[in-house]
């Protein structure tokens, strides 16, 4: 399971729209030139997990009669092809609870999209995206977490990114207000996919890596199980300070 976290700088900066384009995406429902995705190439079945703050009322929800809602983001991420939609509503305090049940309910998808800000500090996600972007909306007190957290920072009409982001990737999206532009998604997709690819490459190799050093039969081996060339691997190995040992075909 592949777990990516949707937040955002402010409210109504377009959460929702992301997400479900990217279920749309992921989930096969939109045409897309995905040959060269590795880690999300559709089809995928795609679970998500909605959260809403409030002030004492907790509840975990999948009734259709409350997640279909006309004009609920509940029901835009069903309509745009998710398999499952779950509705989180809670106070912080009960929101590490609420969402572990709800990731159990979701075990068996390739991908969950969890939108808000909080439910990353609890969950151990793959990859977060943060959106920002210009409005007179106030700034939300969890988005510098979220900031600090993200591997990918997803920019709203006529917004910018802070400079504490400029070492992240950054794609600009056109339209947040009515769909996400296809030529954007597919970029943000593929940007996401680099960042998983990356960060995988990374586990392996320090899993793998004995005092600090790896070997050529070892670093290749990684390379063959994910399907990526080689350079990657030795590139990752580099900035990770682990030196390849042997070389047997200069590959690294």
């Known amino acids: 399971m592949i777990i990516l976290s949707i937040a955002g700088e402010k409210s109504g900066i377009g959460k929702t729209t992301l997400g479900a384009g990217l279920v749309g995406y992921l989930s096969g429902r939109m045409a897309a030139d995905a040959k060269k995705l590795s880690f999300l190439a559709p089809p995928k079945t795609v679970g998500v997990i909605k959260y809403t703050r409030t002030a004492f009322h907790a509840s975990l929800t999948d009734a259709p009669h409350l997640i279909d809602q006309p004009e609920k983001d509940t029901a835009r991420y069903h309509g745009a092809g998710a398999t499952q939609v779950l509705w989180v509503q809670s106070p912080r305090e009960d929101l590490p609870e609420l969402i572990s049940h709800a990731m159990k309910q979701l075990d068996g ?8 800000n909080s439910p990353i500090e609890f969950l ?5 995206i943060c959106i920002v972007g210009s409005s007179a909306v106030p700034v939300k007190q969890s988005a510098g977490k979220a900031l600090q957290q ?11 990114f802070p400079d504490n982001a400029r070492g992240v990737p950054v794609v600009f999206l ?3 207000l009515h769909q996400t532009d296809s030529g954007a998604l597919h970029l943000l997709v593929q940007r996401m996919d680099d960042i998983l690819i990356k960060k995988k490459i990374a586990a392996l190799l320090t899993e793998r890596a004995d005092n600090g050093r790896i070997s050529c039969t070892a670093a290749r081996s990684i390379a063959e199980e994910l399907g990526i060339g080689y350079a990657m691997i030795g590139a990752t190995a580099d900035e990770l300070g682990i ?3 042997h070389c047997e075909l200069g590959c690294f």
Request: net charge negative.
């Open 109 to 116: 998808c390739d991908v969950v999209i969890v939108e808000g």
């Open 124 to 128: 151990r996600p793959d990859a977060v």
């Open 150 to 160: 993200a591997d990918l920072i997803a920019v709203a009409p006529g917004g910018s």
């Open 174 to 176: 056109p339209d947040l």
């Open 243 to 245: 030196k390849v040992k």
